[in-house]
């Protein structure tokens, strides 16, 4: 399965970059994350718990950062192992590019699923991620630019 999007995030690109290689930033925002572990400056390994249609799935997962170009873009590939429920491994192409004073995130993201997971269906599959990821922007422009985030809208009250 492939998807991309971007997100407008009010903070400086050098803090958005900084924040995406802060493990703790990461967890708080990941859906379902119990922990993420720097293992290098460029490795992390993860625990999590998600809910995919009727399956509650623990995953322990590597995730590597590669084809770095610091701030301005790097490649995230993670691979994670459920047991018996299978396995979900990726690569996203991350790019960051300054906007004023905001940061455009964008990506584009390669997955594959396997085993029971993967049985569930593609529809409900890319639903559930579709959540996932709408979930961590949120919650990271929530941590990134907390001030920017708590600022109403041009005309709203």
């Known amino acids: 399965m492939e998807f991309s999007g971007s997100h407008r995030i009010n903070a400086p690109r050098a803090v958005v970059w900084a924040a995406l290689n802060d493990p703790e930033v990461l967890r708080r925002c990941t859906p379902g994350c119990e922990e993420v572990v720097r293992v290098s400056p460029t490795e ?17 997962g590597n995730v590597t950062l590669t084809e770095l170009d610091p701030p301005a873009s790097c490649r995230i590939v993670g691979e994670g192992q459920g047991g018996v429920a299978g396995f979900a491994k990726g690569s996203s192409l991350v790019r960051l590019d ?3 004073e905001e940061t455009v995130l964008t990506y584009q993201t390669e997955a594959k699923v396997g085993g029971k997971i993967a049985q569930l269906g593609a529809r409900l599959i890319d639903g559930t991620v579709k959540k996932l990821v709408g979930e961590f922007f949120t919650a990271f422009a929530t941590v990134v630019a907390p001030q920017a985030a708590a600022e109403p809208v041009a005309g709203e009250a």
């Open 44 to 60: 992390f390994t993860a625990r999590m718990v998600l809910k995919i249609g009727p399956m509650k799935v623990s995953f322990a």
């Open 98 to 100: 300054e906007e004023g």
